[in-house]
């Protein structure tokens, strides 16, 4: 239903790991399915909202935000960990969910997005013949 596409997430993973760095990912996400929806939480903490791009192309879903750095040119920085740029995450969204009426709302640095699952792919009910009654055609 709902794939994350970045294959060299865990090569980067692993190489962090082997070199004793532990970096925090950019743009981390939780996703769950609920309600008839998939639902989707981007922490984008200092992200300027003007800045976070969404779009959803066939069924890949892209976000696209920028942080850009509060040290002025010149000062003496002391600790840098924040990352700042551009950061992208790419999901596949797969065909049972509807893309067409995805909803985003970001509010207090955390984009948060429902995606609504496909009619034709919500369980439903099937009514079962008895006896003589109904035949099956083949």
């Known amino acids: ?14 190489t962090q790991l082997f070199n004793g760095v532990q970096r925090p990912a950019a743009m981390p996400m939780d996703a ?3 309600d008839g929806s998939v639902w989707v939480k981007f922490d984008l903490p200092g992200v300027d909202p003007d800045s976070v791009d969404l779009s959803v192309e066939e069924d890949m879903l892209t976000v696209q935000a920028e942080r850009k ?5 010149g000062a003496d920085v002391v600790i840098s960990e ?19 009426h995805i909803e985003a709302v970001y509010d207090a640095g955390v984009l948060s997005l429902r995606i609504p699952v496909a009619e034709q792919a919500k369980p439903r009910k ?7 009654s109904k035949e099956l055609q083949s």
Do not use: A, C, S
């Open 1 to 14: 239903m709902l794939m994350r596409t970045d294959p060299f997430h865990e090569l980067d993973r692993l």
């Open 32 to 34: 769950w399915r609920e």
């Open 69 to 73: 750095p509060e040290v002025k040119e």
């Open 82 to 100: 924040r990352p700042t740029g551009t950061f992208t995450r790419q999901l596949f969204l797969g065909e049972n969910l509807d893309t067409e």
């Open 126 to 132: 099937i009514e079962i013949g008895t006896g003589g």
